[in-house]
């Protein structure tokens, strides 16, 4: 449910330009848009616009996330926005997720410029514009976790990895099981399931993470082929440990929330 709250593009960038305190939606549209440019090695050239920031801000406001600053002298447009406990008592959850990212950060990157399009030829990490001026240690934790977030934004992800880390299984065998979860949790996940098509792509992500481990042998079918998850991915799930912690403390919340994101009664 947690991933589920993080899942939108700019959710996470909103929260890590706020943690400092108070900002307008224009202070906020100029950090978000100065942290993509210290991240286009990443991502490619990517701009945050009004539009977009608005829709963000209103639903993050309704989620109970952010909420509008003391400021009677400010429309409610222009008020400032500022982080709630709830919110911040996430960033401080997912230190751990940013530790682990910290030592598997060159694998990260290499697995977003393929995924996104960007040449691994590009300006490494902490460049800007062609620069190269480094990124300060602040900095490169909170795009550490940014990285990991992407990986774990891809929707089967965590129910693959979870799977996995009970031992090696088949990929039909994962299929089964995770829509086995889906099925108990049908007040919160609705109707949808994980399909053959999405789990071999969710494999490969996972693959090209060094997450799983998926290597048939010669002339082996992959279907035959056992996944296991590697110490990366045990790794992981372990550091995501405190967010389920965050995660169980608010259970009725989340699940209000993604029941309501997903039209659910």
Not at 69 to 91: F, K
Not at 114 to 139: F, I, M, N, Y
Not at 161 to 174: A, E, I, N
Not at 241 to 249: D, F
Request: charged share 20%.
């Amino acid at each position: 449910m947690t991933l589920e709250l993080l899942r939108n593009r700019w959710t996470y960038p909103v929260c890590v330009a706020l943690r400092d305190g108070p900002l307008r939606p224009a202070q906020l549209l100029e950090r978000i848009n100065e942290g993509n440019a210290r991240n286009a090695d990443l991502a490619g050239l990517r701009t945050l616009h009004e539009k977009p920031l608005f829709a963000t801000l209103q639903r993050m406001e309704a989620e109970g996330l952010i909420v509008r600053g003391p400021d009677a002298g400010s429309a409610n447009g222009i008020a400032p926005r500022e982080l709630t406990i709830m919110s911040r008592d996430l960033l401080t959850a997912l230190h751990r997720v940013g530790v682990w990212a910290s030592a598997h950060r060159d694998e990260l990157a290499v697995t977003l410029r393929k995924h996104r399009g960007v040449s691994q030829s590009d300006a490494g990490p902490g460049d800007r514009a062609g620069t190269d001026s480094a990124l300060g240690p602040e900095q490169e934790y909170w795009r550490g976790v940014g990285m990991a977030l992407v990986i774990l934004r891809l929707r089967w992800a965590f129910a693959v990895l979870h799977q996995l880390s009970r031992g090696p299984q088949h990929p039909t065998g994962v299929a089964v099981a995770v829509n086995a979860d889906v099925a108990r949790n049908r007040d919160i996940m609705g109707s949808r399931s994980l399909s053959e098509k999405v789990l071999w792509d969710t494999l490969h992500r996972l693959v090209e993470g060094g997450l799983v481990n998926h290597q048939p042998r010669a002339g082996q079918f992959a279907s035959t082929a056992q996944c296991t998850i590697t110490p990366s991915g045990n790794a992981l799930l372990v550091a995501l440990a405190p967010i389920g912690s965050w995660a169980v403390e608010r259970e009725e919340q989340l699940a209000a929330i993604v029941r309501r994101r997903r039209g659910l009664h």
